[in-house]
Each structure stands twice: as structure tokens, then as C-alpha cells.
Nanobody
Framework: VELVESNGGSVQAGGWRTIFCTTG??????MGWFRQAPGKEREGVAR???????TYLEAVKGRFTISKDNTKNILYLQMNNLQEEDTAIYYC????????????????????WGQGTQVTVSS
């Protein structure tokens, strides 16, 4: 199984960007987005289950939306009102255990990872 992120790039502060993750056609129980800025630890941004339940990092609530196309098995992250602190490499992740996690935005709750796509926000 290979997760492939795409559509990263440069955006001006206040702008928007949608990044994608393809799964090679495989339907996972839940998927998520993480990000890692230079010199910082990887942090969970958002998670969505097969049933559509979502969880967000507090810092992105109201600005980012995670969604998925179940027919094409594509995961999306719509990012609005981007700020410089959103600059990071964004990673797609997937979990197929079917478990309900008490801390669903921790890296250890995912098994599969993509290679990442860079999003740079400038003022």
C-alpha cells in the first residue's frame, strides 16, 4: 500500500490550498494529516474515520477541513486562511485497525505514511 501526497506549494498568508492523498485504491478505516515544521516534532492536524467522524488540532479548527472521496479513495485537506506558522511538510497517514483511539492525532495510531508534500506560507 502506498500513500502519495500532492499539490503542496507556496501560498501567501491569508490564502488557501487543498492538498491530496491517494491510496492506490485501498479503503482504510481511518486516515489523517500530520505536519512537521523545521526543528519541530510531527503533529497531528486532522483525522477522519470511515464513518466520517473528524478530529482537528485546535490551531486549525475553523480553517482546515479534512474530507475523503470514498469512491476514488482520495483524502483531502482544504486549508483556508493560511498563516506562516502553517508552513510545514504535510504527511498523509492511514490506520486500518478499526480501533477508536483516545488520542487520535498521535503518530502512533497510524500504520501507513506517505512521503510528504511541502506547504510554504509567506507574508
Amino acid at each position: 500500500v502506498e500513500l502519495v501526497e500532492s499539490n503542496g506549494g507556496s501560498v501567501q498568508a491569508g490564502g488557501w490550498r487543498t492538498i491530496f492523498c491517494t491510496t492506490g485504491g485501498y479503503a482504510f478505516y481511518s486516515m489523517g494529516w500530520f505536519r512537521q515544521a523545521p526543528g519541530k516534532e510531527r503533529e497531528g492536524v486532522a483525522r477522519i474515520t470511515r464513518g466520517g467522524r473528524t478530529t482537528y488540532l485546535e490551531a486549525v479548527k475553523g480553517r482546515f477541513t479534512i474530507s475523503k472521496d470514498n469512491t476514488k479513495n482520495i483524502l483531502y485537506l482544504q486549508m483556508n486562511n493560511l498563516q506562516e506558522e502553517d508552513t510545514a511538510i504535510y504527511y498523509c497517514a492511514a490506520d486500518d485497525t478499526g480501533r477508536t483511539w483516545s488520542n487520535p492525532l498521535t503518530p502512533g495510531t497510524f500504520t501507513y505514511w506517505g512521503q510528504g508534500t511541502q506547504v510554504t506560507v509567506s507574508s
